[in-house]
T-cell receptor, first 114, second 114 residues
């Protein structure tokens, strides 16, 4: 049972375009929503994270939008670059579970064509 | 350099032959976790540890064992590996659970069980 569902599974975008990856969660106790970026042959690395007390967080070209009522959050990559080509994972956790217990989505393989 | 080190990076073994994947972190982190990554399933937590001698099951613990005798080390043990444990494994560490600090991942161990 996947508590965090992520879509699409793969995404191809042209350089300069906007990449959008969506996630939906079921557990209303989740209170921390990070996105991780993984390059081939490497472990995932934290990209950006949001808490449910805000609806949007922006860091450079990366923005998380959060909709608490719909239990959905999304990652927007503006002006996508070939160097953004990677696998992206959304995740969620709650204070009720051990703080380091992250539940991950299925992953999205992003390809940005030059 | 702050890092999580896993060994080996690649491992091919046969069904039933016990193996250990080591994980070491040099950041004095309290929390450590093991994940497996499978296509279409994302990252799923196997076991986690909140401190020395304190471990608990994650979402997919069957067929795995862990130990935490020292703060820096968190080995993953497969007593009798089976082909369905063929996967990409990641170790991660976090400073502590309450503050939702960043999870630092190792580079991964690709295991094939024949």
């Amino acid at each position: 049972q996947q508590q965090v569902k992520q879509s699409p599974q793969s995404l191809i975008v042209q350089k300069g375009g906007i990449s959008i990856i969506n996630c939906a969660y079921e557990n209303t106790a989740f209170d921390y929503f990070p996105w991780y970026q993984q390059f081939p042959g490497k472990g995932p690395a934290l990209l950006i994270a949001i808490r449910p007390d805000v609806s949007e967080k922006k860091e450079g070209r990366f923005t998380i939008s959060f909709n608490k009522s719909a239990k959905q959050f999304s990652l927007h990559i503006m002006d996508s670059q070939p160097g953004d080509s990677a696998t992206y994972f959304c995740a969620a956790s709650s204070m009720e579970t051990s703080g380091s217990r992250l539940t991950f989505g299925e992953g999205t393989q992003l390809t940005v064509n030059p | 350099e702050a890092q999580v080190t896993q060994n080996p990076r690649y491992l091919i073994t046969v069904t039933g032959k016990k193996l250990t994947v080591t994980c070491s972190q040099n950041m004095n982190h309290e929390y450590m976790s093991w994940y497996r990554q499978d296509p279409g399933l994302g990252l799923r937590q196997i076991y986690y540890s909140m401190n020395v001698e304190v471990t608990d099951k994650g979402d997919v613990p069957e067929g795995y064992k862990v130990s935490r005798k020292e703060k820096r080390n968190f080995p993953l043990i497969l007593e009798s590996p089976s082909p369905n444990q063929t996967s990409l494994y990641f170790c991660a560490s976090t400073l502590d659970g309450l503050t939702k600090n960043i999870q630092y991942f190792g580079a991964g161990t690709r295991l094939s069980v024949l």
